[in-house]
Structures are given as C-alpha cells and as structure tokens.
C-alpha cells in the first residue's frame, strides 16, 4: 500500500489549513472554546470560508460543481477541522450530499448537490445506535404509500419514528433519516427540516453542543427523495465513521501540541515539566497512539475510497468494515487516552473552565462515543472475524 497523498489531496489540506488556522482557538473565543455559551447555530461566517475555498463540494462530481475526490480527502480536511473545533457539519452534509450522488436519482441530485457544494443548503444525518448495522435497531420505521408500488420506486413513502441525537438538526435544511421498512431493508429519505409532521425537540451532546431529538408523524415523502439501493446505509455509516476518526485525530494533535508547550514552558523544582521522564514518557505513549490512529484511518478511508463498504474483501481479507472497526477502536481509545494525559500532566489548569483544554476534553469525549464506542466496534470486528477467518 502507497499512502502517498496525491497533489488534488494535499491541495484540499492546504486549503483547509488556510481555512481553519484562522478560526478559534487561534483567534478570537468563540462559543466552541467558551463553556456554558454554546451558540444556537453553526459558525455561519467560517462555514462561508468553506465554501469560498471549494471544501463543500470535495467529493462532488463535476458536474455538480465539485472537484471529484475521495474519501481521504475529505478526512484530511475534517483532520484540520478537529484541529480547532470547528463549528460546522462539514462531515454530516458532505456525507449526506455524497450519498445522494451515489444513490438518489437525477432530479434529486440537481436540486441538492449544487447547492450543498455552494454552502447554500445545508445537510446533516441522523445517527443511530452503538454500531447501527443491523436495521432492526432503526427507531423510524417506513412504508409505502397505499397508491405507491412495491419496491419504493413510484408513488410515496410514509415515515413514523423519532430519532434522537441528531447533530445540526436546527440549523440544516434537510435531514437524512436512516429508516427500517420492516422487511429487512433500511432505506435513506431526505426530510426537509420544516416539512409538516417534523417537529424538533432539543438536546445536549456530551461536548455541550446542541443536539435534536426528531419526531415524525406520517411524514409523507415522493419516493425522488427517498434512497431505497441495498448498502446504501451501510455505506453513509462507514463514511461517517471514517469521518469522526478524522475529526478525532485532529483534536488529539492539537491537545499534545497544547500539551507540548505548556510543560516545555511550566517549571518545577528549576525545571521545565517536559525534562522529567515521567512526563516525557507519558506524552511519548500519546504521540505513539497518534501515530497509530493515523494508520488505522488511512488504511480504513484507503479501502472505503478504492473498495467501498459494500466490496467483497480479497481472498484472506477482511471487508472493509474491518478496517473501519479498527480505526474506530483506535480513534476511541486514543482520543480519551490523550486527552486524559493532557488533564494529568496539566495539573489545575486542565481543570480550568476558560482554559482551552476543557472545551478539547468535552469534544473528545463527545467523539469517542459518536457511532459506537471502542466496545461496539470490537464486537463487531469480532463478529467479521468469525465469519471471515483470515489465513
């Protein structure tokens, strides 16, 4: 395997480093760094920026005004995203748009994709349950319209469930709404935020940001809007999963970075903290844990980008949903562990409400546990073992 980046990849990392190298904490605090002051809406002046530098249409076709890359560009630039926090559904809406590329029909690919790539409408997913696999752990349930046809290509679908947890529900346009049909099926429909039968209840993430609980009563939806092909679910969850990884690895360079410098400068007995062994193995563990979150995304979105979720693995492999477990298990362990030597070897400042670190440690652990702990996903990767024995 060659992880050498290609020049359109390192392309989009630059454009998102002179994207976010701007935005909190390096600038001026914004709600994401300030504690107990969590802004109703998404950072609409940086997501703006995104948008002027082509970040929101990475993965987009040409023809719809993106650029046409893969997954791992996209994670090199959510990496520079988590960097900072950034206040933005820039995984939830390119995954979504992303999906209505590969699997919606034309019309519905006209209407959205150009104007998610632009930055203009907004998109976001619904998540759900540990590992979310298996449909029957699906709380919206959907079925045709009486006047429709078997299969979901004609006439309507109704759509019945509430969903919890959502992230930017009350700043996205649309939703898209993992759905059971109770025939074994999960289908993908794209719910209009204020479509009538959808109402929004708040919640609050792990990390103090704002969440939604989305209720459906009889939401009646055009089938155009309604993405019925096998896999595709299992997909978008793949992608998202590769995403937080990303998202993960970023914030937990920055808080070594943050941890770096405060024990090079913070002295002890005469002596800078970082000259103690103590210290300098423990943040060594952490940059070792880095390294290996590193590997584990490449080699996960590398197989999502050339295999996709749904390929059969090669003779003695894994399917990619192997390598998709593993990065996550190292995301989750790994992100906490950096966090929590962070709050150690800071002392009382990590403890510090308007210390940066506080705002880091919250979104960690808000990452750790989005899409299914490092408990889930070891069960899943057990059960890909059993039914795929390598060697």
Not at 134 to 160: K, M, N, P, T
Not at 330 to 342: D, K, P
């Amino acid at each position: 395997m060659d992880f050498t980046f290609t020049e359109e990849q390192q392309a989009a990392a630059e454009a998102a480093k002179a994207v976010f190298s701007s935005a909190p904490p390096d600038g001026v605090p914004s709600p994401a760094l300030t504690p107990g002051a969590v802004a109703d809406d998404l950072d609409r002046r940086l997501w703006g920026k995104a948008a002027d530098a082509d970040l929101l249409g990475l993965l987009l076709d040409p023809r719809y005004g993106g650029a046409g890359l893969d997954p791992i560009a996209l994670c090199l630039v959510l990496r520079e995203a988590g960097r900072v926090l950034a206040r933005v559904p820039l995984l939830e809406s390119t995954a979504a748009a992303l999906a209505v590329q590969r699997y919606g029909g034309e019309e519905l690919r006209a209407a959205v994709l150009p104007a998610a790539g632009r930055g203009e409408l907004v998109l976001t997913v619904a998540p759900h349950g540990r590992t979310g696999h298996d449909a029957a752990e699906l709380a919206v349930q959907a079925r045709q319209d009486s006047d429709g046809h078997d299969g979901g290509h004609d006439g309507a679908w109704v759509l019945e469930g509430t969903q919890t947890a959502v992230p930017w529900a009350h700043s996205a346009d649309r939703v898209l709404v993992p759905a059971h049909t109770g025939a074994g099926r999960t289908l993908l429909a794209l719910v209009p935020r204020d479509h009538p039968g959808v109402t929004l209840a708040p919640q609050i993430s792990t990390s103090g940001e704002r969440l939604a609980e989305i209720r459906l009563e009889a939401v009646r939806l055009d089938s155009s809007a309604v993405l019925t092909a096998d896999g595709a679910w299992e997909w978008l969850r793949s992608l998202l999963t590769c995403g937080t990884c990303a998202l993960a690895l970023g914030l937990g360079e920055a808080v070594l970075a943050l941890t770096s410098s405060y024990t090079s400068k913070r002295e002890q007995f005469g002596f800078p903290l970082a000259t103690f062994q103590a210290v300098a193995v423990q943040a060594a563990d952490r940059y070792i844990d880095l390294r290996a979150m590193e590997a584990t995304l490449w080699q996960a979105a590398w197989r999502l980008a050339t295999d996709g979720a749904g390929a059969p693995a090669a003779p003695g492999a894994l399917p990619v949903a192997g390598d998709i477990a593993v990065a996550k298990i190292w995301a989750a362990e790994g992100v906490r562990r950096v966090v929590q030597t962070a709050q150690h070897l800071h002392g009382g400042f990590g403890a510090a409400t308007d210390y940066p670190l506080h705002r880091y440690h919250a979104w960690a652990k808000q990452l750790e546990l989005s899409l299914g702990p490092a408990a889930a996903h070891e069960e899943a990767l057990g059960d890909l073992l059993a039914a795929h024995p390598l060697g």
